[in-house]
T-cell receptor, first 109, second 115 residues
Framework: TQLLEQSPQFLSIQEGENLTVYCNSS?????LQWYRQEPGEGPVLLVTVVTGGEVKKLKRLTFQFGDARKDSSLHITAAQPGDTGLYLCAGYNNNDMRFGAGTRLTVKP | EAGVAQSPRYKIIEKRQSVAFWCNPI?????LYWYQQILGQGPKLLIQ????????DSQLPKDRFSAERLKGVDSTLKIQPAKLEDSAVYLC?????????????FGSGTRLTVV
């Protein structure tokens, strides 16, 4: 069983649409990170959230950490084909980082 | 700054053969990690080094996997003998401070196929 559950597992949308993907856990994390991974490459860090309720924005991407620090969401506004990739969340506690299975996003032109 | 370097990029071996992967982390990063990513899954930690010491190897299948980080810089991960279920991408990552709570930098990985 995954410590971090990500949903949806797959998402295919048209360019210009908005979307939200979720990362949920029953565990509390001291920080949570989002990564994007493209085929044949390693994950690339997008953001780290630390404080419960924290919201961070990175251009068209908005990240939110749940108040209880157990869950997080990633919202993309006006998705572009360049946003296509595997979005991974990772929770950190006590020198231990655990990854979810990811949401595979495809944005069609 | 240069990224995390890994080699080879691809490797195909027969089951029961041996294979080794190499990783050169970002200069100055004390902590180095090896992850296994099976198709359709997120990365799973195999081993974590702090300088040249092992911090966590609880998920490393020690009967066939071994890793070392001599001199606290480069690292190698070895599988001997390989099994079909070892087919995966092996990712190396490094971070600036212990535990990497600020984020990891990953290499491009080595894609291993065991036939």
């Amino acid at each position: 069983t995954q410590l971090l559950e990500q949903s949806p597992q797959f998402l295919s949308i048209q360019e210009g649409e908005n979307l939200t993907v979720y990362c949920n856990s029953s565990s509390v994390f001291s920080s949570l990170q989002w990564y994007r991974q493209e085929p044949g490459e390693g994950p690339v860090l997008l953001v780290t959230v630390v404080t419960g309720g924290e919201v961070k924005k990175l251009k068209r991407l908005t990240f939110q950490f749940g108040d209880a620090r157990k869950d997080s969401s990633l919202h993309i506004t006006a998705a572009q084909p360049g946003d296509t990739g595997l979005y991974l969340c990772a929770g950190y506690n006590n020198n231990d980082m655990r990854f979810g299975a990811g949401t595979r996003l495809t944005v069609k032109p | 700054e240069a990224g995390v370097a890994q080699s080879p990029r691809y490797k195909i071996i027969e089951k029961r053969q041996s294979v080794a992967f190499w990783c050169n982390p970002i200069s100055g990063h004390a902590t180095l990690y090896w992850y296994q990513q099976i198709l359709g899954q997120g990365p799973k930690l195999l081993i974590q080094f702090q300088n040249n010491g092992v911090v966590d190897d609880s998920q490393l299948p020690k009967d066939r996997f071994s890793a070392e980080r001599l001199k606290g810089v480069d690292s190698t991960l070895k599988i001997q003998p390989a099994k079909l279920e070892d087919s995966a991408v092996y990712l190396c990552a490094s971070s600036h401070w212990t535990g990497g709570s600020g984020g990891y930098t990953f290499g491009s990985g080595t894609r291993l196929t065991v036939v």
